[in-house]
Nanobody
Framework: QVQLVESGGGLVQAGGSLRLSCAAS????????MGWFRQAPGKERESVAT???????????SYADSVKGRFTISRDNAKNTVYLQMNSLKPEDTGVYYC???????????WGQGTQVTVSS
């Protein structure tokens, strides 16, 4: 079992930055693929960024095209935490952001409760 708790959301003006954190319980955190997803009002939930552990690097990452160059996902396995640094925020980044953990990245078995991000124009 893995429990995930997100924090760091809030209200920010366009062009600003926020850093989301996701604290995970469980001793096998490093084995999971971690992802950040978001859901805007009236829209389906979408993948924002994922990171999987690699012994040769800080992690193998992937991003949605809409956030490439602006968002950075990272993980600290010693702290059982994954982060999402969001820069140059746009109003279309508004939504509830969820942290998720999965064994292989195709299916995510564990989800956090979500944290609201609102970007004003």
């Amino acid at each position: 079992q893995v429990q995930l708790v997100e924090s760091g959301g809030g209200l920010v003006q366009a062009g600003g930055s926020l850093r989301l954190s996701c604290a995970a319980s469980g001793r096998t955190f490093s084995a999971y693929v971690m992802g950040w997803f978001r859901q805007a009002p009236g829209k389906e939930r979408e993948s924002v960024a994922t990171i999987r552990w690699s012994r040769w690097s800080s992690g193998i990452t992937s991003y949605a095209d809409s956030v490439k160059g602006r968002f950075t996902i990272s993980r600290d396995n010693a702290k059982n935490t994954v982060y999402l640094q969001m820069n140059s925020l746009k109003p279309e980044d508004t939504g509830v952001y969820y942290c998720a953990a999965g064994s292989d990245g195709s299916v995510y078995d564990y989800w956090g409760q979500g944290t609201q991000v609102t970007v004003s124009s």
